[in-house]
């Protein structure tokens, strides 16, 4: 399927739906179980082309798997921070978490890896991390442009390393490092959860502007989920970690909050409702802020006894409009984007600067497919301000963007005429988003 066109309600939509595992759980929850000291049984897994690119680069490293898709569960050996296979070639594909995550494992190792990607990662920011992975004592050899997929690396413990000489059985002392993450928070989670294996304590210091942490908090919480204890804020902008194991039997991977929220969306523009199975209130993804905004634009939520979150459009059917810092929750920019036309009035998304260099530049990507529909934007320096108006029929390009899709297509719920170029890029993280979508009617 080329093209989805989405089909108008004319009615108030109520949505009961169970969407996939967390992709940010489950890419997390995948490293620290074969980081691990035994079997790990991941439960809820998002079987998506970003963890499949994840674990068949795991396997490929030499580590032990068993898959069930129908059961949603991954189980998988541990070798207690080591990587099997010494020399190997892996590919991460568009996913960033991949990328990032598997990069600073491989460069800890004892072995030489080649790493791939797709020609979009390519282009992705990675060197800020590369940096520190090099002052920590990895070597790289860039087999395309400078600090960039495809590279070799020859991992910190390899007994061709110099640091390594000095080491005890190749754990090495205590160091600080600068890192900036105003690109990405996932360099900082990074280095956090692949450190343990190597050092006796790593220290660091973020430079930079960003202070977006909610999926460091993810990483954090998690660590300490999988038996790791030794990892701590020293202040705002530092952060230590010390050297310690993984260990944990099972682990329950919580529903996708991110995917979840273009359902709330959905009947935030329909007049209608939402509930999203085993949303709970304590969950560990910055996404959830997202219903607190619908909440700010007249929604209202309700948590049942089950647990589950149930949020109803506004009451006299008009969203109200908004200035909203979404650098904490920016995986939510697009949706907030793709409502923004419905509000009573302009709709301003701050915050958001370091979108540009994700899977597609997504403020221009808003600024462009709104545009599509004759619908007024203004660019700002780290976000954009979306005006009120009635979308008109369009084609929305995405970019191979899955947000883009999955965003749009909310739009298209309460406009008549839009139509998803290349809707299949959603298996990125939500194989079966359409599918969900179409047992709504």
Same mark, same amino acid.
């Given at each position: 399927?080329?093209?989805?066109?989405?089909?108008?309600?004319?009615?108030?939509?109520?949505?009961?739906?169970? /969407?996939?595992?967390?992709?940010?759980?489950?890419?997390?929850?995948?490293?620290?179980?074969?980081?691990?000291?035994?079997?790990?049984?991941?439960?809820?897994?998002?079987?998506?082309?970003?963890?499949?690119?994840?674990?068949?680069?795991?396997?490929?490293?030499?580590?032990?798997?068993?898959?069930?898709?129908?059961?949603?569960?991954?189980?998988?050996?541990? @070798?207690?921070?080591?990587?099997?296979?010494?020399?190997?070639?892996?590919?991460?594909?568009?996913?960033?978490?991949?990328?990032?995550? &598997?990069?600073?494992?491989?460069? @800890?190792?004892?072995?030489?890896?080649?790493?791939?990607?797709?020609?979009?990662?390519?282009?992705? $920011?990675?060197?800020?991390?590369? *940096?520190?992975?090099?002052?920590?004592?990895?070597?790289?050899?860039?087999?395309?442009?400078?600090?960039?997929? $495809?590279?070799?690396?020859?991992?910190?413990?390899?007994?061709?390393?110099?640091?390594?000489?000095?080491?005890?059985?190749?754990?090495?002392?205590?160091?600080?490092?600068?890192?900036?993450?105003?690109?990405?928070?996932?360099?900082?989670?990074?280095?956090?959860?692949?450190?343990?294996?190597?050092?006796?304590?790593?220290?660091?210091?973020?430079?930079?502007?960003?202070?977006?942490?909610?999926?460091?908090?993810?990483? *954090?919480?998690?660590?300490?989920?999988?038996?790791?204890?030794?990892?701590?804020?020293?202040?705002?902008?530092?952060?230590?970690?010390?050297?310690?194991?993984?260990?944990?039997?099972?682990?329950?991977?919580?529903?996708?909050?991110?995917?979840?929220?273009?359902?709330?969306?959905?009947?935030?523009?329909?007049?209608?409702?939402?509930?999203?199975?085993?949303?709970?209130?304590?969950?560990?993804?910055?996404?959830?802020?997202?219903?607190?905004?619908?909440?700010?634009?007249?929604?209202?939520?309700?948590?049942?006894?089950?647990?589950?979150?149930?949020?109803?459009?506004?009451?006299?059917?008009?969203?109200?409009?908004?200035?909203?810092?979404?650098?904490?929750?920016?995986?939510?920019? &697009?949706? &907030?984007?793709?409502?923004?036309?419905?509000?009573?009035?302009?709709?301003?998304?701050?915050?958001?600067?370091?979108?540009?260099?994700?899977?597609?530049?997504?403020?221009? /990507?808003?600024?462009?497919?709104?545009?599509? @529909?004759?619908?007024?934007?203004?660019?700002?320096?780290?976000?954009?301000?979306?005006?009120?108006?009635?979308?008109?029929?369009?084609?929305?390009?995405?970019?191979?963007?899955?947000?883009?899709?999955?965003?749009?297509?909310?739009?298209?719920?309460?406009?008549?005429?839009?139509?998803?170029?290349?809707?299949?890029?959603?298996?990125?993280?939500? *194989?079966?988003?359409?599918?969900?979508? *179409?047992?709504?009617?």
């Amino acid at each position: 399927m080329d093209v989805y066109k989405v089909k108008k309600f004319n009615r108030p939509v109520h949505i009961n739906v169970e /969407v996939p595992g967390s992709k940010s759980i489950t890419n997390r929850a995948l490293l620290l179980a074969a980081m691990g000291g035994g079997e790990t049984l991941l439960k809820g897994v998002q079987f998506s082309e970003d963890s499949y690119n994840f674990l068949k680069a795991l396997q490929q490293l030499g580590f032990k798997t068993e898959t069930d898709k129908l059961s949603r569960t991954v189980k998988i050996k541990g @070798m207690s921070g080591n990587i099997p296979v010494k020399e190997a070639v892996i590919n991460v594909g568009n996913a960033g978490t991949a990328a990032r995550f &598997l990069t600073a494992f491989t460069a @800890m190792g004892d072995g030489i890896y080649t790493v791939n990607s797709s020609g979009q990662m390519e282009k992705r $920011p990675i060197r800020e991390l590369l *940096e520190v992975l090099e002052a920590l004592g990895a070597e790289f050899k860039w087999l395309g442009c400078e600090y960039s997929f $495809p590279f070799k690396v020859t991992g910190i413990r390899n007994p061709c390393n110099t640091c390594n000489k000095n080491s005890t059985a190749g754990v090495m002392a205590e160091r600080t490092v600068q890192l900036n993450i105003d690109r990405s928070s996932q360099f900082l989670s990074a280095l956090l959860m692949a450190a343990p294996a190597v050092f006796d304590s790593l220290t660091i210091n973020l430079t930079g502007k960003r202070d977006a942490r909610s999926y460091v908090r993810i990483t *954090e919480q998690m660590m300490k989920q999988f038996g790791h204890k030794g990892v701590e804020r020293l202040c705002k902008d530092s952060y230590r970690v010390r050297r310690g194991s993984y260990n944990i039997e099972e682990y329950q991977i919580e529903p996708d909050v991110s995917a979840a929220c273009y359902f709330y969306a959905m009947a935030a523009v329909t007049g209608g409702t939402a509930v999203v199975k085993h949303i709970s209130k304590d969950s560990l993804q910055g996404d959830m802020q997202f219903t607190g905004l619908l909440e700010e634009m007249g929604c209202r939520k309700e948590w049942g006894s089950g647990g589950e979150l149930k949020l109803y459009a506004p009451d006299n059917g008009k969203l109200k409009g908004t200035d909203a810092d979404m650098g904490d929750f920016s995986d939510q920019a &697009l949706t &907030l984007a793709a409502i923004a036309p419905f509000a009573d009035s302009p709709v301003t998304i701050r915050g958001i600067a370091h979108t540009r260099g994700q899977e597609s530049d997504r403020i221009a /990507v808003i600024i462009n497919e709104l545009g599509r @529909m004759g619908i007024k934007c203004d660019g700002l320096e780290d976000g954009v301000r979306i005006y009120p108006g009635s979308p008109k029929p369009a084609r929305i390009q995405t970019y191979n963007d899955h947000r883009a899709a999955m965003a749009f297509t909310v739009t298209g719920m309460a406009a008549d005429g839009i139509e998803i170029e290349n809707p299949a890029c959603c298996g990125k993280t939500f *194989e079966g988003y359409f599918d969900v979508v *179409e047992s709504l009617y």
